[in-house]
């Protein structure tokens, strides 16, 4: 499973930040950065909840 952003439609929010820390971080400049795309499949159910929060609906799940 891999966990993936539009960045033309990330705002940087950081709602995903909150949810998945280990995941997901803002760079020095307030941008989104995907620290770990490749996750294991025991996490898809958290991860459709993250993907969800996405204010702008910016993330999505390959």
Do not use: H, T
Request: hydrophobic letters at 40%; proline letters at 5%.
């Amino acid at each position: 499973m891999r966990v993936k952003c539009d960045f033309d439609l990330c705002e940087s929010n950081a709602v995903c930040v909150g949810m998945a820390p280990d995941v997901f971080d803002l760079d020095d400049n307030d941008y989104l950065v995907i620290l770990d795309e490749d996750l294991p499949d025991s996490r898809a159910e958290e991860m459709r909840q993250v993907v969800a929060s996405c204010p702008r609906s910016a993330l999505y799940i390959e």
